[in-house]
């Protein structure tokens, strides 16, 4: 189509003691909150360590600070061409973890690890390059300042939104953090500042015309990540489909009758909702392939079964004395 597929992933990740998680009890490595910068502590140390460590090897990181929960980190990649993103992702995820235990600490991209604090998210920024030079999402004459292009493309995320859930959050433990109240999306609607909805567009313009999506995590598969989102994207520009008007309001603080009104649906609760929607997409059949469709879906079905089976330390004290 005359395009490349430009991405930025923004990669959160939790330092752990390791001895606290042989005994099953995951515990941060510090008690650092958003933006925490002093003192210099043992999380702090690590993140720049493993920071020189990849700029060492040319890779280019555009930012890294600690993250919003205790002993959580983020390190955002700067652009480039998808396949190239997907291969550093997982040379980074190996190598997050190396560095790690050189410090004396766990690395996690679990996505969520503790009940009562956010979990890991792999916001993804996203973009169309024009081959002859120029961002394709850009356009200063338009309403929001996104071209025709940038709006089908964000209409086709917006209509498979449901049916890509399960790639790009494809954990059972993934749907505890697309909850409300966390800063993680569980309804489907794009905003320009709204950091509730599921797709925001950054202030930036011009060059860095960009598209968020902001559900998947980094504890998925990165290629089949990008793929599925490309693929709504195109679906979106080929089909002409209009996004509806953003909802600048926060999602999570309207009542059911409300986003119902505006039209706003609900991502998949559980993964096995999701895996259900994968199943019956034919869009998604197609944008897989059927060889991995056919593959995923059996592996993640598996898991899915194995969870439903799993009585949980919740359940036993709740029922196993009061029924």
């Known amino acids: 189509m005359g395009f490349a597929y430009k991405v930025g992933p923004e ?5 752990l003691k390791p001895e606290e998680i042989m005994n099953g009890i995951p515990r941060a490595c510090d008690k650092g909150r958003y933006f925490d910068l002093m003192p210099l502590d043992w999380g702090e140390k690590t993140r720049k360590d493993i920071i020189n460590h990849f700029n060492k090897m040319g890779f280019k990181i555009k930012a890294s600070h600690h993250e919003v929960a205790p002993g959580q980190q983020e390190i955002i990649l700067r652009y480039g061409d998808a396949l190239d993103m997907a291969d550093q992702i997982m040379t980074i995820k190996y190598g997050i973890r190396t560095v790690a235990k050189l410090n004396g600490l766990h690395a996690t991209f679990m996505p969520k690890p503790f009940q009562n604090d956010n979990g890991n998210a792999m916001h993804v920024h996203q973009s169309l390059s024009r081959f002859g030079g120029g961002n394709a999402f850009d356009d200063p004459e338009s309403k929001y300042g996104l071209s025709e292009l940038a709006m089908n493309f964000l209409g086709g995320l917006l209509t498979h939104a449901k049916e890509t859930c399960g790639i790009l959050t494809s954990h059972v433990n993934s749907y505890r953090r697309l909850m409300p109240g966390y800063e993680a999306p569980c309804y489907v609607s794009w905003s320009n500042r709204n950091r509730s909805a599921l797709i925001r567009v950054p202030a930036m313009r011009g060059n860095g015309t ?5 559900n998947p995590d980094p504890a998925g598969n ?31 603080t309207m009542s059911p009758e409300e986003r119902s009104s505006l039209g706003i649906d609900s991502l998949p609760e559980t993964l096995g909702e999701a895996l259900n929607l994968i199943n019956n997409s034919e869009f998604m059949r197609k944008a897989l392939g059927e060889h991995i469709f056919g593959q995923f879906l059996t592996i993640k079905m598996k898991e899915w079964q194995e969870f439903k089976r799993l009585i949980t330390p919740w359940e036993l004290e709740r029922y196993i004395t009061s029924v």
Do not use: C, S, W
């Open 11 to 15: 990669m959160e990740f939790f330092l």
């Open 210 to 214: 960009r598209l968020e999506h902001r």
């Open 222 to 252: 990165p290629y089949l990540q990008f793929a599925v989102m490309l693929a709504a994207g195109l679906d979106g520009i080929e089909r002409k489909i209009e996004p509806p008007e953003p909802v600048e309001r926060n999602t999570f």
